[in-house]
């Protein structure tokens, strides 16, 4: 079968870090994808990463270890409009689409 | 600003009528999509386009079709709605099959 795993919910303070996780297991691999979706809005794309490493967009960090099935974004700074659920999706399986993780709800408190 | 719009927004409906959900982008984009998703789960692909003339079925595409006559349509049709059909529906785009998806504000769908 083909699954990705994240936390249900992360809480958090306002200014601080936090790292939101994912492994995955699916037939065949092509890239990890983040997407930020807040309460009754669109999914929007925040980051993709392909290769092995850190790819980062301003107070967003996105890192992928393909031999560990791993990936996870990273929020610096955080602010109370980063309150949202965030989804990690792993391009992959037999028909190259995207498979979905259940989302992680981010709780940020001041 | 969207670029991909979805109606209606929200729809009530009874159970066995057919309904339709439209979706358009002004974008160019080859590729779209339609999802379901329950509150706080994940997105499950029902159909998708490759372009015109070009549809094929995701997870979830029993019990609805859709056609892709125009770049910038890709309706949803359900033909006997039922109160398992209530969810939410999002229609997305994308220029590549490489490119980010861009999706839509969404249907909410409830049928009684």
């Known amino acids: 079968g083909q699954s990705l795993e994240q936390p249900s919910e992360v809480t958090a303070v306002e200014g601080a870090i936090v790292q939101i996780n994912c492994t995955y297991q699916?037939?065949?691999?092509?890239?990890l994808s983040w997407y930020q979706q807040h309460d009754g809005g669109a999914p929007t794309f925040l980051s993709y990463?392909?290769l092995d490493g850190l790819e980062e967009t301003g107070r967003f960090s996105s890192f992928l270890s393909r031999s560990d099935s791993y990936g996870y974004l990273l929020l610096q700074e955080l602010q109370m409009k980063d309150s949202a659920s965030y989804f990690c999706?792993?391009?992959?399986?037999?028909?190259?689409?995207?498979?979905w993780g259940a989302g992680t709800k981010l709780i940020i408190k001041p | 600003e969207a670029d991909i719009y979805q109606t209606p927004r929200y729809l009530v409906i009874g159970t066995g009528k057919k309904i339709t959900l439209e979706c358009s982008q002004t974008?160019?984009?080859?590729?779209m999509y339609w999802y379901q998703q329950d509150p706080g789960m994940e997105l499950h692909l029902i159909h998708y386009?490759?372009?015109?003339?070009?549809?094929e079925k995701g997870d979830l595409s029993s019990e609805s079709t859709v056609s892709r006559i125009r770049t910038e349509h890709f309706p949803l049709t359900l033909e006997s709605a039922r109160p398992s059909h209530t969810s939410q529906y999002l229609c997305a785009s994308s220029r590549d099959n490489n490119s980010p998806l861009h999706f839509g504000n969404g249907t909410r769908l409830t049928v009684t």
């Open positions: 999706a792993v391009k992959g399986g037999s028909n190259y689409q995207l498979i």
């Open positions: 386009s490759y372009g015109v003339n070009s549809t």
């Open positions: 990463n392909a």
């Open positions: 699916t037939s065949g691999f092509y890239g």
């Open positions: 974008m160019g984009h080859d590729k």
